[in-house]
T-cell receptor, first 113, second 110 residues
Framework: NAGVTQTPKFQVLKTGQSMTLQCAQDMNHNSMYWYRQDPGMGLRLIYY???????DKGEVPNGYNVSRLNKREFSLRLESAAPSQTSVYFCATQETGLNLMMFFGSGTQLSVL | DAKTTQPPSMDCAEGRAANLPCNHSTISGNEYVYWYRQIHSQGPQYIIH???NNETNEMASLIITEDRKSSTLILPHATLRDTAVYYCIVGSYNTDKLIFGTGTRLQVFP
């Protein structure tokens, strides 16, 4: 089992470019999350999806959109990238209702020039 | 959701016990205490969680005070590979989002 898979692992964008970060899980979990982590900082929640077809804003949603394509996949889109979005992005999953044990992907390191 | 307060950094000698404190004075009755750690730039890893009783697993022990306003994560015999940022988080089974703070950076030295 791969667990939580994020693609790409690294990406460099120019200001104003768009891109989509992909996340897929094979754990059959209902909830999926996108976090960002700036250098030396903790994780901040961008968006989350408690189940297929639903999405909600987290702490720092501005500049991002998400799509819960199906139970397995949860994508994060930057429509017009800005240097302030330079960060490491982590996707995570959780089985709602059982416990708060979350499983994280290995991250996507994004640089916006 | 209750907030947590952790010291920004701690040191521990290899082979000694590492005791990481967490304050969660506003925790509510149905909220659990969870600990995660993040090694270097990897994704956070679950360590342990508890409600009011002390818990132990192969990685660590969790001691929760009787009033549940604080807890301590104990790594009984710290190794260099335990050098990481440790996050204390509280939430209930109804919580649909976990809020991470800045955590405690534990440095284990030889």
């Amino acid at each position: 089992n791969a667990g939580v898979t994020q693609t790409p692992k690294f990406q460099v964008l120019k200001t104003g470019q768009s891109m989509t970060l992909q996340c897929a899980q094979d754990m059959n979990h209902n909830s999926m999350y996108w976090y960002r982590q700036d250098p030396g900082m903790g994780l901040r929640l961008i968006y989350y999806s408690a189940s297929e077809g639903t999405t909600d804003k987290g702490e720092v949603p501005n500049g991002y959109n998400v799509s819960r394509l199906n139970k397995r996949e949860f994508s994060l889109r930057l429509e017009s990238a800005a240097p302030s979005q330079t960060s490491v992005y982590f996707c995570a999953t959780q089985e709602t209702g059982l416990n708060l044990m979350m499983f994280f992907g290995s991250g996507t390191q994004l640089s916006v020039l | 959701d209750a907030k947590t307060t952790q010291p920004p950094s701690m040191d521990c000698a290899e082979g000694r016990a590492a005791n990481l404190p967490c304050n969660h004075s506003t925790i509510s009755g149905n909220e659990y205490v969870y600990w995660y750690r993040q090694i270097h730039s990897q994704g956070p890893q679950y360590i342990i969680h508890g409600l009011k009783n002390n818990e132990t697993n192969e990685m660590a022990s969790l001691i929760i005070t009787e009033d549940r306003k604080s807890s301590t994560l104990i790594l009984p015999h710290a190794t260099l590979r335990d050098t990481a940022v440790y996050y204390c988080i509280v939430g209930s089974y109804n919580t649909d989002k976990l809020i991470f703070g800045t955590g405690t950076r534990l440095q284990v030295f030889p």
